[in-house]
């Protein structure tokens, strides 16, 4: 779910139909209709306003942020939802990348202490996972030991272990404003033509301390879920991205697909894939059509 400032956005996000940047207020009762579904979980993204960005992504460490705040808000009214939250400088970053830049060029070193101390962050506002969705080597140990260090030996990493550099992002990063000013993400997002790698991403965030490992996206990489799921004994996440609902949704409109079939079918197949949990936009569309 999309948070912003204030109130909750009049009109949908144009490319993601269903879908607003909520206020907290309005996001809490949106996360309550989910939980009574059954939705067991949810995802945040925060919209942060332009002023409040800055190169290294400052804002993200802010107690009193939005994602903080809304994180809070959340775990008072409704204790029994997990809290999934986002570590990648992005929403914050002026630059629009998920690390600091140095030189035009993405600095690991950098950036990884930065996502550590953005997760304990999160963890400190009440999040039950924290889903490193950046791509930086060494991230999740970092944030491991962060999480440990601080306390948070129950809060557990979701890592986007296997993420493609893609096109089917382009709804989401329209919906925070989020998309990098310069350059794009193939320094550290993986080839889509490259499966193999997705194994050397296993091995590496399973040793280094992961409790789940994400495929992203979901539907055309089918076989390398598959692959992660045959190569460890972790849970496996698919999710199913922006890109992906917005064709759906938009074939849809047109007349051209029936939306609740082809959400069905296709959340059926990322399962048949392999996918143990399924992130997806179309959850609480999803629980109420198989409630009736
Ligand atoms: C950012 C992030 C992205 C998504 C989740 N976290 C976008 C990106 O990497 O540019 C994409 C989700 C979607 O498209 O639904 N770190």
């Given at each position: 779910m999309f948070v912003q400032e204030g109130e909750s956005s009049e009109t949908p996000i144009s490319s993601m139909p269903g879908q607003s940047?909520?206020?907290?207020?309005?996001?809490?009762s949106k996360a309550e209709e989910a939980l009574l579904l059954g939705v067991p979980a949810v995802a945040l993204f925060p919209a942060i306003n332009e002023a409040a960005k800055d190169p290294r992504g400052t804002e993200a460490l802010n107690e009193n942020g939005l994602l903080q705040r809304t994180v809070r808000a959340l775990k008072a009214r409704l204790p029994e939802l997990s809290v999934i939250t986002d570590v990648a400088l992005d929403p914050y970053s002026s630059d629009g990348h998920d690390?600091?830049?140095d030189k035009g060029?993405?600095?690991n070193e950098l950036t990884v202490p930065l996502l550590a101390s953005m997760a304990v962050s999160q963890a400190q506002a009440g999040a039950d996972m924290v889903a490193p969705s950046d791509m930086m080597d060494g991230r999740v140990l970092a944030i491991r030991r962060g999480l440990d260090e601080a306390g948070y030996f129950n809060v557990g990493i979701c890592s986007y272990c296997v993420k493609y550099a893609s096109g089917f992002y382009g709804p989401f990063r329209d919906?925070?404003?989020s998309a990098p000013k310069s350059g794009d993400k193939k320094t550290y997002?993986?080839?889509?033509?490259?499966?193999?790698e997705a194994l050397r991403e296993v091995r590496l965030d399973e040793a280094e301390g992961a409790d789940w490992l994400m495929v992203k996206?979901?539907?055309?990489?089918l076989d390398?879920?598959?692959?992660?799921?045959?190569?460890?004994?972790?849970?496996?996440?698919?999710?199913?991205?922006?890109?992906?609902?917005?064709?759906?949704?938009?074939?849809?409109?047109?007349?051209?697909?029936?939306?609740n079939q082809c959400l069905l079918e296709s959340l059926l197949c990322l399962r048949r894939a392999g996918a143990d949990i399924i992130f997806t936009y179309g959850a609480v569309e999803a629980a109420r059509l198989l409630r009736s």
């Open positions: 940047r909520y206020g907290i207020q309005k996001l809490l690390g600091v830049l060029q993405i600095d919906a925070l404003g997002q993986m080839d889509p033509a490259n499966v193999r996206p979901g539907l055309p990489y390398v879920i598959r692959a992660v799921r045959d190569a460890t004994p972790l849970p496996v996440a698919a999710y199913q991205v922006s890109g992906e609902y917005a064709m759906l949704k938009a074939a849809a409109q047109n007349g051209w697909l029936d939306y």
